[in-house]
Structure formats: structure tokens, C-alpha cells
């Protein structure tokens, strides 16, 4: 079984542009939650999506929303991206139906410049 | 709210050391918990984990024994390996799938 797939592996933007991260979850998983990793603030929850609808958020700003689609693949997107939005954003899914082992992807990481 | 502490890295050991990473949570309710390893360059991957009470976690030598009383879950192999150097993160959630890490421990394992 194929695992969790995060696609691009590497991204450089500058300020006040705007990034769409993708998310593959691991086949018959239905959802999907991200994450923000950083030096200084750790390994942060942005939200988790769950058959199509966000079922629970972080403590971020609007300018992170995602979404998911039928197929369970989920986007992020960070618009007027700042410096400290620079980090490795890490999405991870679970089948959704009871337990709650959760298999992350490598990751994306995101430098703005 | 809740919250999971834990030691501060770097450890280094020689190989075939023993190891004791130490972790303590704070929750409201009664958290599964978790330990993830992250190798340079690569996510996290679940090592081990305890869904409750006296439950112990345990993978590739590594164990952890999810203690109410102490609130804690410290990770614990017998004897490292070079291959064993990484970051370790303890974590707790609840059933809404929402992870709480704590801020990782590395370790350095030397021949």
C-alpha cells in the first residue's frame, strides 16, 4: 500500500505570494490533518479535514485554509505569505474509522524569501 | 490545557547505551499517547504508542509505559544503534485526531 504523498517536496516564494500545497492520504484513508513544523514553535496542528469538511482547527491566522476532495486528496493554501510562515508543513492521515494512528508524508518544506 | 513536556536534547550516547528519554503530559481527559521518530530529512514515523493506562508501547526495542499516576510515558531502548539517531516526539490526542507534540528530543548515537 502506497503511503502518505505530499507534493512539491521543496518550494521558495517570496512575500505576499501565495502557496498551494497538495496531500495524498494513504488509499481508503478519508482523513486528513496538517501540520506546521518550525525551529521555534515546534510541531504546530493547522486543521484536519474529514470526508470533505473540516472537523477541527488550529490556532492559525485565515490566510492558512485547505480543503479535501472526494477523492481525500487535500490541499493547503497559505496566502500573503510572510517570512515566519517558512517551515516544513507535514500532512498526515487516518483511516477515520475508529483508532487514531495517524501516517504522515515526507513533508513540504516552504522557505519565503 | 493540554500539553506534553519534554526533555531537552541533545542526548548523545555510545552505541549500546541505554537510553531514557523523558516525557510528562498534562490533559483534561484520558489521551491516547504516542511516541514519533523523525529522521533527517524524512516526516514522522509512529514508533510506538499506549491507548491507556498501564498500557505499554513497544517497537524495534524501544518501550513506553503510559503511567496515570506520574503522568508520563518516558521512551526506553536497552542498547542503541548508530541507526538509532534521530528526533523523538512524545504526543497525546484524543479521539478528534488532532495531535499536541512535545518539542523533541534529539539523539546522537556515536560508534
Known amino acids: 500500500k502506497a503511503g502518505v504523498t505530499q507534493t512539491p517536496r521543496y518550494l521558495i516564494k517570496t512575500r505576499g505570494q501565495q502557496v498551494t500545497l497538495s496531500c495524498s492520504p494513504i488509499?481508503?484513508?478519508?482523513?486528513v490533518s496538517w501540520y506546521q513544523q518550525t525551529p521555534g514553535q515546534g510541531l504546530q496542528f493547522l486543521f484536519e479535514y474529514f470526508s470533505e469538511t473540516q472537523r477541527n482547527k488550529g490556532n492559525f491566522p485565515g490566510r492558512f485554509s485547505g480543503r479535501q476532495f472526494s477523492n481525500s486528496r487535500s490541499e493547503m493554501n497559505v496566502s500573503t505569505l510572510e517570512l515566519g510562515d517558512s517551515a516544513l508543513y507535514l500532512c498526515a492521515s487516518l483511516s477515520g474509522r475508529g483508532g487514531n494512528e495517524q501516517f504522515f508524508g515526507p513533508g513540504t518544506r516552504l522557505t519565503v524569501l | 490545557g493540554d500539553s506534553v513536556t519534554q526533555m531537552e536534547g541533545p542526548v548523545t550516547l555510545s552505541e549500546e547505551a541505554f537510553l531514557t528519554i523523558n516525557c510528562t503530559y498534562t490533559?483534561?481527559?484520558?489521551?491516547?499517547l504516542f511516541w514519533y521518530v523523525q529522521y533527517p530529512g524524512e516526516g514522522l514515523q509512529l514508533l510506538l504508542k499506549?491507548?491507556?493506562?498501564?498500557d505499554k508501547g513497544s517497537n524495534k526495542g524501544f518501550e513506553a509505559t503510559y503511567r496515570k499516576e506520574t503522568t508520563s510515558f518516558h521512551l526506553e531502548k536497552g542498547s542503541v544503534q548508530v541507526s538509532d539517531s534521530a528526533v523523538y516526539f512524545c504526543?497525546?490526542?484524543?479521539?478528534?485526531?488532532?495531535?499536541?507534540f512535545g518539542t523533541g528530543t534529539r539523539l546522537q548515537v556515536f560508534p
Open positions: 499506549a491507548t491507556k493506562a498501564d
Open positions: 504526543a497525546l490526542s484524543y479521539n478528534t485526531d488532532k495531535l499536541i
Open positions: 488509499s481508503g484513508h478519508r482523513s
Open positions: 490533559a483534561t481527559g484520558y489521551p491516547s
